[in-house]
């Protein structure tokens, strides 16, 4: 009995808390524009899939990425968590955002696996290119051509 009122107690109390209202944060007098916003956001997603493959790699060439992002776009983090604060609270423009950066990404990586793709075209075709000049090689017959011998 005594578990049952502790249980229906606690969920009454977590049922009236996340009732509250979420207030949205003020906008910030120094707040990203979007095109800034989703460059910062683009190249983070960058780094953090880079750290994702290498990351000892990524921490020996650029000691702290994402400040070298944030210097890159010239702003601090203050002001870079604000503004994602302020955006993440308008869904609309952060997914305007986000889906803006998911294009690029998308993009990118149709452009790099088409130029991969060429590349290995173009080793294939090497490759041929070479096993024919060697095919030719061996069936051409052997002619003397030193007069000594004649």
Do not use: W
Not at 50 to 67: D, F, H, M, S, W
Not at 93 to 100: D, F, G, L, N
């Amino acid at each position: 009995m005594k578990t049952r009122l502790v249980f229906f107690t606690l969920l009454f109390l977590g049922l009236t808390m996340s009732c509250e209202k979420s207030v949205k944060p003020p906008k910030p007098d120094n707040l990203i524009s979007k095109d800034k916003m989703h460059n910062v956001l683009y190249d983070m997603f960058i780094i953090n899939s880079a750290k994702g493959i290498n990351r000892k790699l990524l921490e020996n060439e650029v000691v702290n990425p994402e400040k070298y992002i944030l210097e890159k776009h010239s702003i601090d983090s203050t002001q870079f968590a604000q503004s994602n604060a302020y955006y993440a609270h308008d869904i609309e423009a952060y997914q305007e955002i986000i889906a803006a950066v998911r294009q690029r990404l998308v993009k990118e990586k149709e452009a790099a696996e088409k130029a991969e793709t060429d590349i290995k075209e173009a080793a294939k075709r090497k490759r041929d290119s070479l096993k024919k000049v060697n095919a030719n090689k061996e069936t051409k017959p052997i002619i003397a051509t030193d007069k000594k011998r004649q």
